[in-house]
Every structure is written in C-alpha cells, then in structure tokens.
C-alpha cells in the first residue's frame, strides 16, 4: 500500500492526512476482494524498515491503527472479515498488541476473507523467524524442508499469493512476501494508494487473468488441464 505521503502532498496536505486516507482505501479493498470471491488478501501495512520515519510519522502511525480498528473492527467483523497481525510483536506497544489481539481475537470464526495485515513485517525476518522457531521445535536438519519451513511461517495459515499488487509507481517488492511470492504473478500500479478502489483492484485482476502461469513448466497447470480434458 505505497503512495500515501504523495497523495497528500498533492493536496498541500500532511503525510498523515494521506494515510488517514489509506485506512479507507484499505476497508475499501478488503470488502472489494470478499465481494469478488478472493479468500485471502494480504496488505503490506508497516515494515521493519519503517522504524527509520520521523519519529512523528512513526507514531502517527501506530495511534492511526488504534483509532482504525476502534473505527472499523464492527464493520469488517460484520463481512465476515477474519483478521491476522504478521509481523514481529515484540516491538509494538502493549496498547497496539492489545488491539491486534481484540482484533483476532474477534473476528476468528468469520470464514468470507481472511485478511493478514503484514505490520512491523519484513519478508527476511519472516524466514529467520521460521529458521529460528524449527530450531527451537528440534527440527532434524535432514527434516527441513520447503514445506517444514513454510509451516513456521508467519503466513502459515494462507496459502501463497496468486497475484501479488504493489501501488504508488516504484517497481520493486521491498521484502515482502520473499518467501510466499517466488510464483506470484506481480502487477505495479501507478496509482497511488488512497486512490486505489474497485477499478484498479478490477483492472489488476483483469492483468492477472491475461497471465500465463507456468510455474517453471513449459505449459500452466490451466492448459494442460484442458489439453487433458479435450
Ligand atoms: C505507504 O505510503 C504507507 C506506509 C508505509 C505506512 P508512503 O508513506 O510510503 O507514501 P509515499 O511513498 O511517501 O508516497
Ligand atoms: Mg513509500
């Protein structure tokens, strides 16, 4: 979810302002993509990088999610939204981890979307995280594996990205989701963030459905399928 500092500064408005504008662009899209079918969405929030914003952006930020989810919760939770915190815990504060916490906590038996919201993330944490958590499991070396690995996860519970959508113009994934997007067809929008709402997330899809996936074969599962069949 790139582009919200731009977006404001477009309008001579604080960088603040433009996130403000992204929580909305982000309850937009999660209800997008239950509406269109999608069972997973994942949204790179806040990263281990991001630390290194002005303090007062920074702690814009964190006070930004306490007042989306005492927004919002209801309404996701009533779509039938489940939600997920990945990302490193350890560093936010009680308040905010109390906050995660309610949110998971009460949206845990909604089945529509599941929607990970990727927050003091960092793609190469994630898998020294998952090293770390199937050494302390007293995993054999001769047992670890792509798939042992991948169960240590933080994203454990989704399945890898099909299409993964990166906003705001730079062409680059930022240690996102290295692990789960190895086969992930991506799609970079120039739009920024708090501008993005049901046509670019229809337009992205429509990108997505031109893809031919092969997965490092010669011909898609898709195809070959239908070669099969016909
Ligand atoms: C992304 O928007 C939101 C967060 C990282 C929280 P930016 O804040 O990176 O916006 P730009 O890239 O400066 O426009
Ligand atoms: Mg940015």
New binding site residues.
């Given amino acids: ?9 477009k309008r001579f408005m604080p ?1 603040f302002f ?2 403000k504008q ?1 929580v909305d662009a982000l309850v937009r899209t999660v209800l997008g993509c239950a509406d269109r079918g999608i069972d997973y969405l994942t949204v ?4 281990s990088e ?1 630390w290194k ?1 002005p303090t007062e ?1 920074v702690s814009g ?1 964190m006070g930004l999610v306490l007042v989306a989810v005492a927004k919002y919760l209801g309404k996701l939770a009533s779509h039938g939204v489940r939600i997920r915190i990945v990302g490193d815990r350890n560093q936010v504060s009680d308040k905010l981890r109390q906050a995660w916490e309610q949110a998971e906590a009460s949206t845990a038996h909604n089945t529509r979307i599941t929607l990970s919201v990727a927050f003091n993330y960092g793609g190469r944490w994630d898998i020294v995280q998952a090293c770390r958590q199937a050494i302390a499991a007293g995993l054999p070396a001769d047992q670890l594996d792509e798939a042992a690995l991948t169960r240590f996860m933080a994203l454990s519970h989704a399945p890898d990205p099909d299409l993964f959508i990166r906003t ?1 113009g ?1 062409v680059r994934i930022s240690n996102f989701l290295l692990w789960q997007a190895a086969y992930s067809e991506l799609v970079f929008s120039d739009c ?2 708090p501008e993005f709402g049901d046509a670019e997330l229809d337009a992205a899809l429509a990108e997505y459905a031109r893809r031919d996936r092969r997965f490092g074969t010669v011909e898609s599962p898709a195809t070959a399928s239908a070669r099969i069949e016909t």
Wanted: charged share 30%.
């Fill in positions: 979810m790139d582009g919200n500092g731009r977006w404001a500064k960088r433009g996130h992204g790179f929030a806040f990263s991001n914003r952006e930020l705001g730079e920024l963030w």
